[in-house]
Nanobody
Framework: QVQLVESGGGLVQAGGSLRLSCAAS????????MGWFRQAPGKERRFVAA????????YYSDSAKGRFTLSRDNAKNTVYLQMSSLKPEDTAVYYC????????????????????WGQGTQVTVSS
């Protein structure tokens, strides 16, 4: 079973950038389809971005498109979320998540399709 640890969150001004990292251990990283979700206070967890095992295919929410870039380095067992042009509405706890790459991933945007989650990292964007 893979374990996930996020890092890179923090406080940034609107218009700034952050890069989140999610380090995996305990299993072969390339066996996993990876996603990023976020959860603001009082709101449900929402899809941000996802990538297949090779990072050839990536998916983004409408709010992330054009501002966020998802990448992964299977040699380092890490997936990254580069976030730029940040807005106050991007403030949330960001979670990375994993699911078996051989599972049906057509529902990649649904949190309940992922089997393993990290503990989350807080991102706060000030106006």
């Amino acid at each position: 079973q893979v374990q996930l640890v996020e890092s890179g969150g923090g406080l940034v001004q609107a218009g700034g950038s952050l890069r989140l990292s999610c380090a995996a251990s305990g299993s072969t990283f390339s066996n996993y389809f990876m996603g990023w979700f976020r959860q603001a206070p009082g709101k449900e967890r929402r899809f941000v971005a996802a990538t297949n095992w090779s990072a050839v295919t990536t998916y983004y929410s409408d709010s992330a498109k054009g501002r966020f870039t998802l990448s992964r380095d299977n040699a380092k067992n890490t997936v990254y979320l580069q976030m730029s042009s940040l807005k106050p509405e991007d403030t949330a706890v960001y979670y990375c998540a994993a699911r078996d790459r051989f599972d049906y991933v057509g529902n990649y945007y649904k949190a309940d399709g992922y089997t393993t989650w990290g503990q989350g990292t807080q991102v706060t964007v000030s106006s």
